[in-house]
């Protein structure tokens, strides 16, 4: 389906027509029309299939053609993390560029003169507000940010927001807002604490669920089946002969990130971090750095990494296995964007097998295992715990282990 197909206002079409989108995604042609309608709604969909525009341009759209205050704050959009909302933020320039409508991006910081710009932006009405929890109840708890007039509430990666324990924080939010309104809420998956913020915040929605699309076929998927201890001497190989470049570690825990770095630190090697414990300022100044080539390796937890928008991103390493199927492709899918080609390289130790196998399992199909250099020693035996009847229907997949080892052999590393 056109966008022009749908029912948006002309100044939002005009924007998309400068933009040279076309074609709805799956997941805009569900629940654009659902939402111009007015309903409140559950979107499952995961990070990567536009889901963004599909709240933002109803939205921009009913603020174009609907009679609402001026002076007053219309929409509020919650995000998990700083760079989601920057991210979104920006998304809404670019939509609502031929639109009298205003925005102010509201997330933590020790700026005192961001503060100050955030306030005046609340106190004087920005039609949308993209915040996330902890910064807007600062400013909330302040006593001159007047949600009363609110006609859209929208909660975007809500399963993220719950996992960092924000669950409290918008229950709060809410209490500040009007019941007659418009809610909407996306969540890559839908937990039962998810639905029980749905029962509590949203009136009789519209659920569109679209199932988690699986990797981009042009990225090559590899795996070393190792000890814990031989990863970064797996990692000191790799990059032995030729310079990383636009490189993605991910690892489990803001720990793991700070001990991963130092250690490629102390291999001379070109690395930045990204992690909660940072101020937005560092997180910035590390990102520039890294789209500008200064950092050639980027080590990441997860929920950081959400905000991070870098298409030509050449190598993704999983030096955790990742805790679902959903985050492993969101892990790897920063690679081989825009038209370009990637790899991906996940270390599964001994304790990590049985969540790698139920990736394959997902995935369906046998991701090739690399063998570890000589010199670094053997890993042990790949042996996840499953049952007789899963190995056999694992055999069948056997022919596709064999396309990805012809083609990981002719990939470089880092070109």
Sequence with gaps: MEFSELNLDESVLSALDTMNFKECTPVQEHTIPVLLEGHDLIGV???????????LLPVLSKLCNGEYPED??????MSPTRELAIQIDRQMEAFSYFMPVSGVAVYGGNDGVRFEQEKKGLTLGADVVIATPGRLISHLSLGYVDLSRVSFFILDEADRMLDMGFYDDIIQIVKHLPKERQTIMFSATMPEKIRQLADNILNNPVEVKLA??????????????????QKLEIIKDLFSSQQPERVIIFASSKVKVKEVTKALLRMKLNVGEMHSDLEQGQREE??????????????????????????DIRLVINYDVPHDCEDYVHRIGRTARANNDGCAITFVSETEQTKFYQIEKFLDKIIYKLQIPDQIGEGPEYKPKTTQNNRKKR???KQGVQNSKKKFSKKKISS
Aim: net charge positive.
């Design 395 to 397: 055999n069948v997949k």
């Design 286 to 311: 590390i990102l520039h750095e890294f789209r500008n080539g200064k950092v050639n390796i980027l080590v990441a937890t997860d929920i950081v990494a959400r905000g991070i928008d870098i298409d």
């Design 212 to 229: 988690v699309s699986k990797p981009a076929e042009k990225i090559i998927q590899a795996a070393y089946v190792c000890y814990e201890s």
């Design 45 to 55: 969909a995961q990070t990567g299939t536009g889901k963004t525009a599909a709240y």
């Design 72 to 77: 007053s704050i219309n929409c509020i959009i």
